[in-house]
């Protein structure tokens, strides 16, 4: 059977990015031109996920009163089932919807992207994953992405994911593809095309949980695309 890869660009937009990024991500431009040769490569599908934040957002620390962003956690309930909850890091708001820090960054080729897909837009829950909420009993699906939806649509056998950030946005995503099971599909990061929150020991925990979960870090030498 011959494989039908697909590129998944994760959040890949100025507020993630220095200069001017709000939860600016060390180098995040840098990889940028790297992914830009990604894209010329015969990927049977191109997508570029946003994190798109109402103002409101659960994980804005300005949104809860004396908690400070990076430092401090809240608890977030399952808005259909008080007793599902987990412990989520709080952020500088980031990604507003409307704002120029949500916008992807100028320099990505998005000529070449054929789908824009917007995460993180109910107020209520993080989301990390590119494809939906952490929340399973009972599952929030009226706030999943429909990335599942489209890459099933496009017979997709290979997932790549690149972008930012390796240790959040990335792992949650690659580990959910990885973790579709009746998908069956490869998962794929590679190393050169991610920055992290935290380079060292949260890429390291990072990467841990993605091999755990079947995901291949791959270098950008060994990624061939045919099809
Ligand atoms: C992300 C923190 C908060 C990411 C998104 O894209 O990795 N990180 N929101
Ligand atoms: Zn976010």
């Known amino acids: ?11 890949l937009q100025e507020d993630f990015c220095p200069p ?25 599908f191109k997508v570029a996920t946003k994190d798109h934040h ?16 990076f430092a401090s956690f809240v608890t977030i309930r399952n808005p259909n089932n008080p007793d599902e909850a987990y412990e989520s ?42 494809f939906r909420p952490p929340l399973t009993n ?3 699906r ?17 997932v790549y994911f690149v972008g930012l950030a390796g240790d959040y946005c990335v792992r949650y995503s690659a580990i959910d593809c990885a973790k579709a099971r009746d998908a069956g599909w490869n998962t794929y990061v590679i190393e050169e095309c991610i ?10 925990e990072a990467k841990a949980e993605m091999l755990n979960a079947g995901v291949k870090i791959v270098s950008l030498k060994d990624v061939v695309v045919q099809r």
């Open 1 to 11: 059977m011959s494989s039908k890869p697909a590129l998944v660009i994760i959040d």
């Open 20 to 44: 001017n990024g709000s939860l600016a991500v060390g180098g995040g431009r840098e990889v940028v031109p790297v992914i830009n040769d990604l894209l010329k490569l015969p990927f049977v």
């Open 54 to 69: 109402p103002q409101n957002h659960v994980s804005f620390a300005s949104n809860h009163e004396g908690k400070r962003p």
């Open 89 to 130: 890091r709080l952020w500088p708001d980031h990604c507003v919807i409307g704002t120029a820090g949500n916008e992807l960054v100028k320099e990505l080729d998005t000529g070449e992207v054929d789908l824009v897909i917007e995460k993180g837009t109910d107020s209520r829950v993080e989301m990390y994953s590119a």
């Open 138 to 140: 009972p599952p929030l």
């Open 142 to 158: 009226e706030s999943e992405s429909g990335l599942e939806k489209i890459l099933k649509e496009k017979g997709v056998t290979d």
């Open 195 to 204: 920055r992290s929150v935290d380079p060292g020991a949260g890429w390291e």
